[in-house]
C-alpha cells in the first residue's frame, strides 16, 4: 500500500488487490502515506494458499473494479476513512468516577480496553504525578519528541513514552532503559513498520548488557522472561515497549497488525545478561561498546523453539543439538537468502539486513563450549556448516520466482533438487545471549532482524 500511494501520488493509476479480511488494514496504510482514495479491488478471500484456479475465479470476479478504477476520474477523498476502532481522545487528561477509588480503577480498565489502548491485562492508571515522575528520571523534557512511529507515523514524546511506561507497571529507575529502547527500536534495521503489521508472530525481545541490569533489579536467572515476581523489571520493560507500539504507533490488531493467530510474546519479551556466568566477554563488549557502559539491544524473532541437551559437554555434539533447530524449514526467516539479496546490508525489501537468529544461551551450555576452548565465533561458524538442507526441500513453501530473480547463477539447482544448501547466508546469522539459570536448555529464536544495540544514557553521567 506505501509503494501504491506512491504511483498514485507521482499520476500513474493504481489498484491495490485486498482480501475481505485485509480491507481495512489496506484503507489504514492508504490513509497513513496519504492516498485513502487509491482504489481497492476485493476479493472474498487471500490468494496465499488458493490454487491457480481459484485465484483465477476471484480475479476474474473483481476485474470490473479494477477496469473501472484504472479508467474513470476518482474524487478526491474528502472525508477520512473510520475505523472499527476509534482510538482516539478529545481530552488530554481523562477522569472516570466511582463508589471508591477500586471502582474508578474498573471503569478506567473497561475504558481503557474498548478504546484500544490496552494489551488485554490490567494497566496501572497513568496519573499525572506518576508520569511526571517517568519524565524526570528520563532527564528530559516531557514535550521532546524521540522519534516517529511506525506504522501510523505516531509523534514519540517524552510524556507519551512515560504514559505507556506507567500502565505498563515500569518504575521511574527504568526509565532510561525505556529511553534507549525507545529510540532503538525505530533503526530503520529493524523495519518497525514490516512487524508492526505483519501477518506473522514477531515480536521484539529486549535484551540489556551492563551494570544497570543490576541496579533497577532485573531478573538474569531462573525465569527471566517470566512470569512471577522476580520478573516483574523486566516483564515491565516488555510490556512498555508493546504499548508504545500500540498505542503511539498504532499497531492495532485486526486494523493495522494482521497477525494471524498472534504470540504470548508479543506482550513483551525482556531479559538481562547473567554476566557473571557468562564464560566469555559481555555482550555489550562483543557489539563494541565499553565494559563500563550498559546497553539496549533488540531482535524481532518469529518464533522460539527450546534447545534441550543435558547429554553432552562435546562441543560438535552440542551444535548437532543447535543445528536440529536452525533446519526448521517450516520457519519464514530460515534460508531467506535464497530469495533474497544477499549479505549484512543488503536491502532485502523492507529489511535492510540479514536476519540473525538469536540463541539465548543458558549458561550451563555456555561452560561446556567455553570448556572445550570454543568462542562465540566457533559456535557460529559451526551451525553454519551444520545448519543444511536439500534445496528441494527448502524451495517447497518459497516462491520460486524470487529465487529466479535474486539467483540467476544458482539455476542448476532446479536439476538437482537433493543438493545441500546452507540456511544462511554466513556464520553472521547467529547471535548468542547468555542468560538463566541451571540445566542444560537454551533457547533457539527464529531471526526476523538484525540484533540492534544502543548504548543507555544515565541522566547527569
Not at 185 to 193: G, H, M, P, Q, S
Not at 220 to 244: D, F, K, M, W, Y
Amino acid at each position: 500500500m506505501r509503494d501504491m500511494s506512491w504511483f498514485e501520488q507521482r499520476g500513474i493509476p493504481t489498484v491495490a488487490w485486498t482480501a475481505k479480511t485485509f480491507v481495512e488494514d489496506a484503507q489504514f496504510s492508504a490513509n497513513v502515506f496519504g492516498c485513502p482514495e487509491l482504489a481497492i479491488a476485493e476479493a472474498p478471500e487471500p490468494f496465499t494458499n488458493a490454487d491457480p484456479s481459484r485465484i483465477r475465479a476471484m480475479v476474474d470476479e473483481g476485474f470490473n473494479t479494477v477496469l473501472e478504477a484504472l479508467t474513470k476520474d476518482r474524487e478526491v477523498m474528502r472525508e477520512l476513512p473510520h475505523f472499527a476502532l476509534d482510538v482516539s481522545s478529545p481530552d488530554p487528561i481523562l477522569e472516570y468516577h466511582g463508589r471508591d477509588q477500586m471502582d474508578c480503577f474498573d471503569t478506567m480498565q473497561t475504558a481503557f480496553v474498548k478504546a484500544g489502548w490496552s494489551d488485554g491485562m490490567p494497566l496501572v492508571p497513568p496519573t499525572p504525578e506518576k508520569v511526571a515522575a517517568m519524565i524526570a528520571a528520563s532527564g528530559r523534557k516531557a514535550e521532546e519528541v524521540v522519534g516517529i512511529y511506525s506504522p501510523g507515523f505516531g509523534i514519540g514524546t517524552v510524556e507519551k513514552i512515560a504514559a505507556n511506561a506507567v500502565m505498563a507497571g515500569a518504575k521511574p529507575e527504568t526509565m532510561p532503559v525505556i529511553m534507549a529502547m525507545a529510540e532503538c527500536v525505530l533503526e530503520r534495521l529493524l523495519a518497525l513498520r514490516t512487524f508492526s503489521m505483519s501477518t506473522g508472530p514477531q515480536a521484539p525481545i529486549v535484551l540489556i548488557s551492563g551494570p544497570i541490569a543490576k541496579q533497577i533489579g532485573m531478573n538474569n536467572g531462573i525465569c527471566a522472561l517470566g512470569p512471577g515476581s522476580v520478573s516483574q523489571v523486566n516483564i515491565s520493560i516488555g510490556r512498555t515497549l508493546r504499548l508504545i507500539m500500540m498505542n503511539i504507533g498504532q499497531s492495532y490488531p485486526g486494523i493495522s497488525d494482521m497477525d494471524t493467530i498472534g504470540s504470548m510474546s508479543k506482550f513483551g519479551a525482556c531479559v538481562a545478561e547473567n554476566e557473571e556466568r557468562n564464560p566469555w566477554e559481555p555482550y555489550r563488549v562483543s557489539k563494541g561498546y565499553s565494559k563500563d557502559v550498559s546497553t539496549v539491544t533488540i531482535n524481532v524473532p518469529y518464533g522460539i523453539c527450546e534447545l534441550f541437551d543435558f547429554e553432552n559437554h562435546d562441543p560438535e555434539r552440542l551444535t548437532d543439538t543447535f543445528a536440529s533447530a536452525a533446519k526448521n524449514l517450516a520457519q519464514v526467516q530460515v534460508a531467506n537468502w535464497i530469495v533474497n539479496t544477499r549479505g549484512i546490508g543488503a536491502g532485502i525489501g523492507q529489511y535492510y539486513g540479514e536476519p540473525q537468529h538469536l540463541i539465548l544461551m543458558c549458561p550451563d551450555h555456555a561452560r561446556a563450549f567455553h570448556k572445550a576452548g570454543w568462542s562465540m565465533r566457533d559456535i557460529k561458524e559451526s551451525l553454519y556448516k551444520k545448519a543444511r538442507a536439500p534445496f528441494g526441500q527448502v524451495m517447497n513453501n518459497r516462491p520460486r520466482a524470487s529465487f529466479v530473480a535474486n539467483h540467476p547463477e544458482l539455476q542448476w539447482l532446479w536439476e538437482k533438487p537433493e543438493t545441500e544448501i546452507s540456511l544462511s547466508a554466513n556464520p553472521d546469522c547467529f547471535d548468542i545471549f547468555v542468560v538463566g539459570g541451571d540445566a542444560g536448555r537454551s533457547l533457539y529464536n527464529y531471526g526476523g532482524t538484525l540484533s540492534i544495540t544502543r548504548e543507555i544514557k544515565i541522566p547527569g553521567k
